[in-house]
């Protein structure tokens, strides 16, 4: 477990925000606030004027990813393969650093960076609000961090310096584990297949009972 990290292999970057949505908002907003020079990818939409409004320069997908040297994919997992050729036909061959915030389609398969990028992994276990939330606070959060491809040889240090300048960790309650990006997609997938659906069978269960066998009102 990792617990500090410096993020200084990041100054001087352009670094590439794809997708200003629930990750992709609070990530940009707290790499910004320390320091580093953040602008936003996304298509022509609500999430772009909003990203405008918050002061960050706005660019279509291909053409952020063009300017970046660390490009993060922060777009919904469903989306990602169908904007990645998009990404790639603008970065050519180009070294980059390519970070993930789901280790679910590289692990497929369902996008395939090329060669000579950094794929790198850090997934927060926490949605965007949250962040924001004790970035305000001054705590950090748990993430995982892998790396899939190390063309430069300093994958792991980029990994590590993400989720530093997003705040995960050097801050009180920040921890990054290492984990493959197949072993991050299997989790989430358990967690969606198993703690939600118990979750909510249990308050179906306890709406039952309480309403049906007890006789409280269903307002209550």
Known sequence: MITSGSYDILKGKVIAVLGYGNQGEAQAKVMRDNGLNVIVGNVNDEYRRRAERDGFETYDIPEAARRADVIM???PDEVQPLVFNEVVRAVGDREVVLDFASGYNVAFGLVRPP?????IMVAPRMIGAGILELHSRGLGYPVLIGVANDHSGRAWDYAVAVAAAIGAIGRPGGVAVKVTFKQ???????DEHTNWP??????MAFFDVAVNKYGVPPEA
């Open 115 to 119: 060669p000579t990028y950094d794929v």
């Open 184 to 190: 991050e997609a299997f989790i989430d997938l358990l």
């Open 198 to 203: 118990l979750l909510f069978a249990s308050f």
């Open 73 to 75: 994919m922060l777009l």
